[in-house]
């Protein structure tokens, strides 16, 4: 099986930053096929609503309750949603393999404000185990699940909370570029080049957001706080943590890591970091001697923050979802 432990970017896409930017600037160009999606939306058990973004296999076009085909589940990451570069190409991935696919949008990602007043965050364990759950109520196949950065880490935090009964859902699980350590990604992207460029990338679409919460919700936290928020701690500080019951950001980050809880993964679970995430610092990553028999890791020097391009000018994204499909597949009874 190709994985990626071995994986080294083209020489034209030097360094973590450009191993990042630009899949994500360029990857329309290099999916080779457009995703198809069908939307359905489901009432949430707090009176809410999610969307749900399916791409069926192509036998199995009246819906995920007449396949037996395995499904691939992907939760995105921070403000992503099934158009982001990364959920495409795992797309292109299940429809090569013959599976269903589907993509689960956290709450205010789909294009729709959510009603309740709260959103999403990267512990959201009982979202992910209400929505995991109800795929395995109306599916008859083999479930798998992938999580992505913030997706990753709330997936984590899943099979950490379910134990034994994690494997009764679903047959295997990867996260990829997970913050799993949130206090040290939090840290790093608050500072230098990572703040001027990701940071305010992320706050431009989450303080709208926000706001639009507020309006829904008067009172629920201080305008003035939050129109001052520089950096995700501050963000976190006054809408995150509070709206999820948390006491603060500290509170937020230490409870909802992942890292601390990866001995006790009861599933086959594969772990993705490349060395030069600028999200994940490399000082910050576990090792193998830390895990337990469940956990494979792939720490390769190089692939950015869900980049892992391959090939000529502009490159392509498949290297990453064909080998973590690949590495599912074994994992099928």
Known sequence: MNDLRTYTAPAWLPGGHL????????SRQSTRAHVRYQ????????????????AMAPETEDGPAASSKPLLVLFHGLEGN??????RAFAHCAHLQGWSYVVPHFRGCSGEINLAPRAYHSGDYEEIDWILRRLKSQHRGPILAVGVSLGGN??????????????????????????????????????????????????????????????QHPGLFSREA???????????????????????????????SAKP????????????HAHNDPFVPAWSLPTQQEMGSNVTLWQPRHGGHVGFSA????????????????WLQQHIA
């Open 19 to 26: 191993q990042t930017i630009w899949p994500a600037l360029h």
């Open 39 to 54: 939307r359905t939306r489901w009432d949430t058990p707090d009176h809410d609503f999610i969307d749900v973004d399916w």
């Open 82 to 87: 099934s158009q982001s570069h990364y959920a």
């Open 154 to 215: 709330a997936l984590l935090r899943w099979a950490q909370e379910s134990g034994r009964s994690a494997a009764e859902v679903v047959h295997a699980v990867c996260a990829v570029c997970a913050p799993i350590d949130l206090t040290a990604s939090g840290q790093a992207l608050g500072q230098g080049f990572n703040k001027f460029t990701y940071t305010r990338m992320f706050l431009n679409t989450m303080k709208p957001k926000a706001l639009i919460k507020l309006r």
């Open 226 to 256: 939050l129109q001052s928020a520089r950096n995700l701690f501050d963000f976190d500080n006054v809408f995150t943590a509070p709206l999820h019951g948390f006491k603060n950001t500290q509170d937020y980050w230490r409870r909802a």
């Open 261 to 272: 809880g990866l001995q006790s993964l009861q599933l086959p679970t594969l772990i993705i």
């Open 311 to 326: 090939g000529r000018p502009p490159g392509h994204l498949h290297s990453l979802p064909n080998a973590v499909g690949q």
